[in-house]
């Protein structure tokens, strides 16, 4: 089925008021959006000055084998709630990949900001259908330097530093698709993302000369076509969403897109969050609704649904 048809149709069955299950049949097979991609700056000095090579902090990798051991073949939607319950409680750390004076490709499942929660078990739940556990951490790790970087480059230059840009290269990647302009009461809005380049002394790593160029030089003329659902419109939504289902909080905050992310979970027909959140490490808030509402300069959600992606020599188990 060819894009522009299969969008008609999705547009359609949910302007009807069809049941979305129909809908989600069709974005199951949907081929990833390849929406308008901002022209890079070059990278200052030509090269990435990055270093690739996997960094796992502190139990990081037991912990990522026994994630992936706990959750086998649980289908990814389930298996994605299963992995976001396994690090309840754990805590909160911002900033976690500026702690040095050169990129590094740091994996951290011992502490979270909301972002890196997101990114790393998405990258776990497609790491869990593989022959050995020394395999599952090396498509973790490439997991994550894929959705991580821009065209894999470790770089801080090239680091997916605003969500929906990372969402944007994800859906462009296979990894999730994003569902918001589907579903009912979706609005969008033009948001100019350049909140790093007016807020350069919040950010270590641009108090290097090079970094402040790049990042400048490409919030120049970064402009978002941002889809969201106004928080008025959320309770119409809700009953489309299931169980890890991704997040964002979309903000009225100048030169920021959202201001936080994390995952869905359903129980007993009630849709709550799990999300790594600052002073509290990650927790569960019941009731996404009414959460979302609560959260200072949210003006609505949007939201990713994560899709099988088996990368590089991996296979996807049939059905899923």
């Not at 990129?103 to 951290?108: A, K």
């Not at 359903?266 to 990650?282: L, S």
Request: include cysteine; aromatic fraction near 8%; proline fraction near 7%.
């Amino acid at each position: 089925m060819r894009k522009p048809t299969l969008l008609l149709v999705l547009t359609v069955l949910i302007t009807a008021g069809a049941s979305f299950a129909a809908a989600n049949l069709l974005l199951r097979h949907a081929t990833p959006a390849t929406p308008g991609v901002a022209a890079l700056p070059p990278l200052p000095g030509g090269v990435a000055l990055g270093d690739a090579t996997p960094k796992f902090v502190g139990e990081t990798r037991v912990l990522a084998m026994e994630a992936i051991d706990a959750t086998a073949w649980a289908p990814m939607n389930q298996a994605l709630v299963q992995l976001a319950r396994r690090f309840l409680d754990y805590p909160f750390k911002g900033f976690s990949l500026d702690g040095g004076p050169r990129e590094q490709l740091v994996l951290d499942l011992t502490t979270f900001d909301c972002f890196l929660f997101v990114e790393q078990l998405l990258a776990l739940s497609n790491s869990r259908k593989v022959d050995t556990l020394d395999e599952g951490m090396e498509r973790f790790s490439q997991h994550v330097r894929r959705l991580r970087y821009v065209n894999g480059e470790v770089d801080y230059c090239r680091r997916q530093h605003y969500f929906s840009r990372w969402a944007e290269a994800a859906e462009r990647n296979g990894y999730v698709v994003n569902l918001t302009p589907f579903l009912p009461g979706a609005s969008k809005r033009t948001v100019a993302l350049n909140f790093m380049s007016n807020h350069i002394s919040s950010y270590k790593p641009m108090q290097l000369a090079r970094n402040k160029q790049c990042i400048t030089e490409l919030e120049k003329d970064l402009v978002l076509q941002q889809p969201y659902i106004p928080l008025a419109a959320l309770p119409g939504v809700l009953p489309s969403l299931r169980n890890g289902d991704i997040f964002a909080l979309v903000t009225k905050v100048p030169g920021l897109d959202v201001t936080h992310v994390g995952f869905l979970e359903k129980r007993d027909g009630v849709v709550d969050a799990i999300h790594a959140a600052e002073g509290a490490g990650v927790i569960r808030s019941e009731n996404f609704e009414k959460y979302a509402a609560r959260v200072p300069d949210v003006i609505g959600v949007a939201i990713w649904r994560p899709r099988p992606n088996p990368g590089v020599g991996g296979a996807v188990k049939p059905g899923e």
